[in-house]
């Protein structure tokens, strides 16, 4: 499967789908005739499980010179700490700006090394391999790129598009369960946001999804990509319409950051579309028997629901969600649902309603 990604606005990439890394280097000679050296950015709990496949495939391109750059895994290493020594080791292995980074990882890996790719130099190329469903679905596509800043998600970073997506679906095989899981809560998002019967399709695939059947994940993550790929051409820079890809993400986003990675950003993002779907519902946008659908359809797919917090816990998550992105100064917004399969991003949310959600994902011994 190949998709290509064309805006007007920022320059076009292909996302290739593949069953291994063999033709990977055959692409990057396309896309980079003249390339003489890359650098590999990675976790290391990813790059252990690649890094001979991925380096025999790229030896195969005459006199390549390949350097290696691996951080500590997790959220944690999504700080301008790790960006900072990533340029210091370019620096020291006179990485130009004629070479490409190429990251090899799930969404903190890409994230990461496409705002390194963004600013050293003022600019090289960079070359996703995602492998994780998370990013195959969602965080490797559309140039979103960025760390954490204080506590906060993606407050640092930058849109700068990949020069190509290579997937290889293999690379699922290897995934622990809670990891690919956590990717599905971004599928189901897109489902929600802009296609009813994809999101029926989930739920009638249910059984096969859960069992990775390579052909229903395959069909899975092409409809997904689809759906991304259509918002993205439309508002590359997310000034309108890309914004609603991030429902669930401004309760979402606050409920990861205040517990510090106990939960998966999947995981999180779960718990964040309960409580803004529960929002919708609450501001007459869906019904209830919508709302307690979407609630109980993350379950089958093993996402939470609920979280287990004080009233000062839920207090401080509050907090947080009021530095999220999307607010104005005086108006925190935030992406509902006008009904399953579209959104809309609503300004001026009542607080009170913004708290009450919070105290609904909330599980409480006496509930």
Not at 26 to 37: A, N, R
Not at 184 to 189: D, N, P, S
Request: negative net charge; hydrophobic residues 40%; proline residues 2%.
């Amino acid at each position: 499967m190949e998709i290509t990604v064309t805006s007007k606005k920022v320059s076009s990439y292909n996302i290739v789908t593949k069953e291994s890394f063999e033709d990977l280097s055959s692409i990057l000679i396309d896309i980079f005739p003249d390339i003489k050296c890359v650098c590999l950015v990675s976790d290391s709990n990813v790059f252990p499980l690649y890094e001979k496949e991925v380096k025999e495939e790229l030896k195969k391109i005459k006199g390549l010179k390949i350097h290696e750059y691996v951080f500590k895994a997790g959220e944690a290493s999504k700080d301008m700490s790790v960006v900072e020594d990533l340029a210091k080791y370019l620096l020291s292995v006179n990485f130009s700006r004629s070479d490409v980074i190429i990251s090899i990882g799930g969404g903190v890996v890409s994230d990461l090394s496409g705002f390194v790719a963004s600013i050293y130099k003022r600019g090289v190329a960079h070359v996703n391999l995602p492998t994780t469903l998370l990013a195959m679905a969602d965080a490797s596509i559309g140039g979103k790129t960025g760390v954490d800043f204080e506590g906060i998600k993606n407050t640092i970073g930058a849109f700068d598009m990949p020069s190509l997506i290579y997937m290889n679906l293999s690379t699922l095989n290897t995934l622990p369960d809670r990891e690919y899981y956590s990717g599905f809560a971004e599928i189901m998002k897109h489902g929600l946001i802009a296609d009813q019967k994809f999101y029926m399709w989930l739920i009638d695939n249910m059984y096969e999804i859960c069992d990775k059947d390579k052909e229903t994940i395959a069909q899975m993550l092409e409809t997904s990509i689809n759906i991304k790929k259509a918002v993205v051409e439309r508002d590359p820079l997310e000034k309108g319409d890309r914004a609603l890809l991030n429902f669930g993400h401004s309760i979402g986003h606050a409920v990861e950051s205040y517990f510090e990675g106990e939960y998966l950003h999947g995981e999180a993002i779960s718990l964040g579309c309960v409580a803004e779907a529960y929002i919708s519902w609450k501001s007459n946008m869906i019904s209830m028997e919508d709302y307690y659908e979407i609630r109980d359809m993350f379950v089958p797919f093993n996402l939470p629901i609920s979280i287990q917090v004080d009233k000062k816990a839920e207090e401080e998550i509050f907090k947080r969600l009021l530095n999220d992105k999307k607010n104005d100064i005086n108006s925190i917004n935030i992406v509902l649902l006008n009904k399953i399969g579209k959104a809309s991003l609503v300004k001026g949310v009542d607080q009170n309603l913004i708290k009450e959600a919070i105290s609904e994902i909330n599980f409480k011994d006496e509930d």
